[in-house]
């Protein structure tokens, strides 16, 4: 499949805009994402391990303090591993499947002492092999973790770069797999953190504020919005004075 003009030219101007609004330093530790305060306070790929594993099936605000509330007594992958597994569970309680994520936590810790020394591997291949660990796990730890570029696609980013013409993809899985072939590489590292926030601010999944979005030209989801419908009807409007202007002159 190959990219339109359109759409290429349009990436450089989506990607600008919310860097502007969202990191206009274009520093991935100035980020609100529970991960980006993360490695604002440690650059540690343990961190944003353990902290990924936590956000599955959960609000970014309960990862968050999940993942403050145990990295304060638990840190190391010596920490967790032999930790109690009820003091787990109690730590990272506000996280959803709280007490099967504490087992697969500790579970990945021991993992990660036994094979790799108690340090994260830092590939895709090898963190693919890790308990717990799909793709946009991996992708995360590499991302926020190593600072390699790649392109974490969770719900967010999938339904922004859908609604933003990028895709046309119905799963994260595949809509990863378009814009690694669409998105220029430049633009990998922040991806994951610009799409996040603008989802969470502006593109809600329901009732998104497009009055202060700057894609409303193209977005495919805007016509369907009330705007969108207001202002098609405006345009329309006009045309139906003009025929009845019409019809009036010829009675
Ligand atoms: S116009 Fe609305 S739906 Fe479309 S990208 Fe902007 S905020 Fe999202």
């Not at 959803?96 to 591997?121: D, M, N």
């Not at 963190?127 to 719900?155: H, M, S």
């Amino acid at each position: 499949m190959t990219t339109s003009a359109s759409i290429r030219e349009r990436i450089p101007f989506i990607m600008r805009d919310l860097a502007r609004r969202y990191l206009p330093a274009g520093d991935l530790r100035q980020g609100e994402t529970a991960l980006a305060k993360i490695v604002a306070e440690r650059e540690d790929p343990f961190l944003v391990l353990i902290s990924t594993i936590l956000s599955q099936r959960t609000r970014d605000e309960m990862t968050e303090q999940a993942s403050q509330q145990l990295f304060a007594k638990y840190d190391t992958p010596q920490g967790i591993a032999h930790a109690d597994r009820g003091d787990l569970e109690r730590l990272i309680k506000p996280v959803g499947f709280y007490r099967q994520k504490a087992g697969q936590i500790q579970k990945v810790s021991r993992l990660l002492l036994e094979r790799h020394g108690g340090v994260v591997p830092g590939t895709y291949e090898e963190l693919i092999e890790l308990p717990q660990v799909g793709p946009k796990t991996a992708n995360c730890v590499l991302v926020y973790g190593f600072g390699e570029p790649r392109i974490p696609t969770d719900t967010n980013v999938h339904r922004v770069s859908n609604r933003l013409g990028l895709v046309r993809t119905k799963a994260p899985e595949a809509t990863e797999q378009r814009l690694v072939a669409t998105v220029p590489k430049e633009y990998w590292l922040l991806i994951n953190e610009l799409f996040i926030r603008f989802g969470k601010d502006l593109c809600r999944p329901i009732g998104p504020i497009c009055p202060r979005c700057s894609f409303t030209e193209f977005c495919r989801f805007y016509p369907r919005t009330k705007w969108g419908k207001a202002t098609r009807r405006a345009v329309r409007r006009p045309q139906v004075h003009r025929s009845r202007r019409r019809s009036l002159s010829h009675d």
